[in-house]
């Protein structure tokens, strides 16, 4: 038994939620998401909340049955409060900025790394090593907070790199320097 897929969501004011032709679409205040779904997943709407069944027990139905609950969820959540990642810029004479629709990065490569800011998100910098990713799809927020991470990952040693801000990274000890063997 799902436990995901059998849990109701209840839907705030002015949120609507509809399928037709296997496509879920939620709309809110912020803004409008749809999802295609499998059709052996059913969901009804009634009284400001949404249920999901599923069709039978087979095991790629009962995974379809939770997936779509939360990516349903999620989309109404987007829709109400948004997502945001915030991320850290962590090195020596390292920053930030935005400059039009673009992330500029200087972050000790001989060249500044630009990333073209995508549709349906919104790229904030409130300091010189602050960058905060903000919209209402919770995958295009975190994939391009992903793609802006990658740019340069955290090293261990000094903590170098871009992480997100709720990111610990682990450290490890250098050489011993002078150390008798």
Same mark, same amino acid.
């Given at each position: 038994?799902?436990?995901?897929?059998?849990?109701?969501?209840?839907?705030?004011?002015?949120?609507?939620?509809?399928?037709?032709?296997?496509?879920?679409?939620?709309?809110?205040? =912020?803004?409008?998401?749809? #999802?295609?779904?499998?059709?052996?997943?059913?969901?009804?709407?009634?009284?400001?909340?949404?249920?999901?069944?599923?069709?039978?027990?087979?095991?790629?139905?009962?995974?379809?049955?939770?997936?779509?609950?939360?990516?349903?969820?999620?989309?109404?959540?987007?829709?109400?409060?948004?997502?945001?990642?915030?991320?850290?810029?962590?090195?020596?004479?390292?920053?930030?900025?935005? #400059?039009?629709?673009?992330?500029?990065?200087?972050?000790?490569?001989?060249?500044?790394?630009?990333?073209?800011?995508?549709?349906?998100?919104?790229?904030?910098?409130?300091?010189?090593?602050?960058?905060?990713?903000?919209?209402?799809?919770?995958?295009?927020?975190?994939?391009?907070?992903?793609?802006?991470?990658?740019?340069?990952?955290?090293?261990?040693?000094?903590?170098?790199?871009?992480?997100?801000?709720?990111?610990?990274?682990?450290?490890?000890?250098? =050489?011993?320097?002078?150390?008798?063997?």
């Amino acid at each position: 038994m799902s436990r995901i897929g059998n849990a109701v969501i209840n839907l705030p004011a002015g949120v609507t939620v509809e399928a037709k032709d296997k496509v879920i679409t939620v709309k809110g205040p =912020k803004g409008t998401l749809t #999802q295609a779904y499998d059709p052996v997943i059913s969901l009804t709407v009634e009284n400001n909340t949404v249920k999901f069944t599923r069709a039978n027990e087979q095991g790629p139905t009962k995974a379809k049955h939770g997936l779509y609950r939360a990516l349903t969820a999620n989309m109404v959540k987007g829709v109400t409060e948004g997502f945001k990642k915030t991320l850290i810029v962590n090195g020596v004479g390292w920053k930030v900025a935005k #400059q039009g629709k673009k992330l500029v990065m200087n972050v000790g490569f001989s060249h500044p790394v630009e990333l073209e800011e995508i549709e349906g998100i919104n790229i904030e910098c409130p300091s010189q090593t602050e960058i905060v990713v903000n919209g209402i799809d919770k995958e295009k927020v975190g994939q391009f907070a992903a793609v802006v991470r990658s740019v340069r990952e955290p090293e261990p040693y000094h903590g170098y790199g871009i992480r997100y801000s709720d990111e610990v990274i682990e450290r490890k000890v250098g =050489k011993a320097a002078g150390a008798k063997g």
